[in-house]
């Protein structure tokens, strides 16, 4: 994760809610930060965290983007490196890969097209799903592709999905997924019925992932999602035993358009095959977003 800055505001513009939002407020915004990142250690995860070093890299706090951790037994995890589609946002892999390194992941470059990593990578039932036709586009997911060892699914999406996080949700803990057809290529639909089977796609509209159904962060039967996601949603999760945990992300989501998914670069590795630089730890982060409030 990467927390915005004090003078975090909207540079690119490139998505369906900031292309006509008005300006954040970046204190705000630093809170519904750490909400979040406290709510996932809560949870039993740990929060690495990368500053910004530039207030010019007002991408970073979307960090679905900054690359894509692979598991290797018996060796350092793979760190894919994304190639970015918007301009403004490129710089931003020079400071993960640094912070990667230092933590002890081998650093891998898919080396042509456009990739933007795990905000197009998903993972349910020993399969990975990657996605193209948003920002990423074929040749950069193929490109990619040769760093995900096992079974590979490619979907194609379309807008306003950008990324493939706002197509489909993978929820493993209860063996289903939210998936919506309307922005996802016909065969690629198809190829995920055959898959993984009706039973378990629960379709979701445009209308409800505009409103970010499929933004959620799953941990285990907890959903942690942002305050927009609509009633009729939340009550069919609840139904199959999650519990979903709303959160306040006036700035970082409905102006800037990144859900609590978006934010999170989530990685599974084995104990002791990365350290963490203590500065990078969330208390050390935490204190810095606290003395600015």
């Known amino acids: 994760m990467s927390p915005p800055g004090r003078g975090w505001a909207l540079r690119g ?36 965290a990368l500053t910004s070093p530039s207030e010019l890299l007002t991408g970073m706090p979307y960090a679905a983007e900054c690359g894509q951790v692979v598991a290797r037994e018996g060796h350092a995890p793979w760190f894919v490196l994304p190639r970015m589609m918007s301009e403004h946002r490129r710089a931003e892999r020079e400071h993960w890969a640094a912070l990667a390194e230092r933590m002890g992941f081998e650093v891998v470059d898919p080396g042509v ?15 990975t799903l990657l ?7 074929l040749e950069g997911l193929e490109a990619a592709a040769r760093w995900f060892p096992g079974e590979v699914v490619r979907v194609q999406v379309r ?3 950008f990324h493939g996080n706002m197509a489909l949700l993978p929820l493993p803990s209860v063996d289903r997924m939210l ?19 009706d039973a378990r796609l629960l379709v979701v509209t445009e209308d409800e992932i505009r409103r970010y159904a499929t933004n959620g962060l799953p941990l285990g039967r907890e959903l942690l999602a942002p305050s927009v996601v609509p009633e009729s949603v939340r009550s069919r999760l609840e139904a199959l035993g999650m519990r979903v945990v709303s959160l306040d992300m006036g700035e970082l989501c409905e102006k800037g358009g990144g859900s609590s998914r978006c934010l999170v670069s989530r990685a599974v590795v084995e104990d ?21 409030a």
């Open 179 to 197: 998936v919506c057809p309307e922005v996802i290529a016909p065969e690629s639909f198809t190829r995920l019925r055959e898959r993984f089977g």
């Open 13 to 48: 513009r490139n998505n369906f809610r900031s292309r006509e939002a008005p300006q954040v407020d970046a204190r705000k915004a630093r809170r519904e930060w750490l909400a979040l990142a406290r709510a996932i250690e809560a949870r039993g995860g740990t929060v690495v």
């Open 272 to 292: 002791g095959a990365v350290s963490i630089p203590d500065e990078a730890r969330l208390a050390a982060v935490a204190r810095d977003i606290e003395t600015d």
């Open 131 to 137: 996605f193209w036709g948003g920002r990423t586009k």
């Open 159 to 161: 807008e306003p999905a």
């Open 113 to 127: 097209g456009i990739w933007e990593a795990h905000g197009d990578v998903a993972h349910i039932d020993g399969a």
